[in-house]
């Protein structure tokens, strides 16, 4: 048959796609004209019986497929999101029927240019989506973090994992595995921005621990302290003299006055 040869897959692909680009523009048409957006709604069937087929799927990922589902489930003209029964077909696709081998550099290459990771991390956050959708959308995304940067949530994996001890963390350590928009970038593992993170979340700072392999600089000069205990001794001893002074001057005066003779009364 002509299917089963590697031209003829191609062109059917060709032609499935050229459907698909068709029906995302029809669609923003319609919703310009407050009309109901349904031109993907009805193409699902064709592209459920294309994408379930084990020897085209490669050959829709090599044509760019991910970035027309991207397309498909970005918001219409009017801010509203796409059918939920089209997001849920699309997120069944990615997690059942066809999904992404990221642990692949050609899969991890796709995803990236496709941008479909950032709009799948929006619907696994947006209040707008259904909660099935959600979950898949969370599901799917950790799926690919776990991948792409080796991350792990079984107990038993991060239990048998060898960990320095040390004195005391600078940062407790997360079991979960974070979800940021940055992650579906696909470069790999970087370092945190100091300015904040993707996902917007703050981490609470904690003292550092005083150990140290180097003393930290001191600003104590004992010369100074020296001079300063000087001139401090000084001022008390004035200070002191001066006190001793005008005693010495009060009890003279004292004693003068008493020493007087009284004068006799004149009668």
């Known amino acids: 048959m002509e299917e089963t040869s590697s031209p003829g897959i191609g062109l059917l692909v060709e032609k499935v796609m050229a459907q698909m680009e068709v029906a995302a523009e029809e669609d923003i048409e319609l919703n310009i004209q407050n009309k109901p957006a349904i031109r993907k709604i009805q193409m699902l069937p064709l592209l459920t019986d294309f994408l379930s087929k084990k020897k085209m799927q490669q050959e829709f990922l090599d044509h760019g497929i991910l970035t027309l589902l991207k397309s498909w489930l970005d918001p219409l003209p009017d801010g509203s999101l796409p059918n939920a029964t089209l997001r849920s ?38 209040d707008e989506e259904t909660t099935a959708n959600r979950k898949l959308a969370k599901h799917l995304v950790q799926n690919w973090c776990r991948t792409i940067f080796n991350k792990t949530t079984s107990y038993c994996n991060l239990r048998n994992s060898v960990i320095p001890r040390t004195k005391k963390p600078l940062m407790k350590q997360s079991t979960r595995v974070e979800l940021r928009e940055a992650d579906l970038d696909l470069e790999g593992p970087r370092r945190p921005c100091s300015s904040g993170t993707a996902s917007g979340s703050v981490s609470v700072p904690e003292p550092a621990p005083c150990v140290y392999e180097v003393n930290p600089l001191t600003n104590f000069k004992p010369e100074v302290a020296r001079r300063y205990r000087r001139s401090r001794e000084v001022r008390e001893s004035e200070c ?11 009890k003279k005066s004292n004693k003068k006055k008493t020493l007087q003779a009284p004068k006799p009364a004149v009668l």
Request: no cysteine; aromatic share 6%; hydrophobic share 45%.
């Open 89 to 126: 077909f699309i997120l069944i696709i990615l997690t059942q029927v066809m999904p992404v081998d990221i642990s692949l550099e050609d899969g991890r290459e796709q995803l990236k240019k496709s941008g479909l990771g950032k709009v799948i991390m929006f619907l696994s956050k947006s």
């Open 240 to 250: 002191f003299g001066r006190i001793e002074k005008k005693m010495s001057g009060l």
